[in-house]
């Protein structure tokens, strides 16, 4: 068995990058597609329009998350405060 070389021990599995993304933004689905090696985010508010966003990195996506957040502000619960 081959031994792993420190360095990679350091990366996160892409997989656990997005399940943090999707934790840390409410509202939105978030995907780590391993045969495209690209991250996907869904918009779970906007019934129609506008598509999931995607990006090879994670800070991109998050870029674009943010963006369509402007676009498209995600409704707030009841006693929910801004950040």
Do not use: K, N
Request: proline fraction near 12%.
């Amino acid at each position: 068995m081959p031994l792993s070389h420190p360095a990679d021990a350091a990366l996160p599995f892409p997989a656990d990058v997005a399940r943090e993304l999707e934790g840390r933004h409410p509202g939105w689905v978030v995907l780590w597609r391993c045969w495209a090696c690209r991250y996907w985010a869904f918009p779970c508010w906007i019934t129609t329009g506008p598509e999931p966003v995607e990006a090879r990195h994670a800070d991109d996506l998050l870029t674009l998350m943010r963006q369509v957040e402007a676009q498209h502000p995600p409704l707030r619960r009841i006693g929910q405060h801004a950040d």
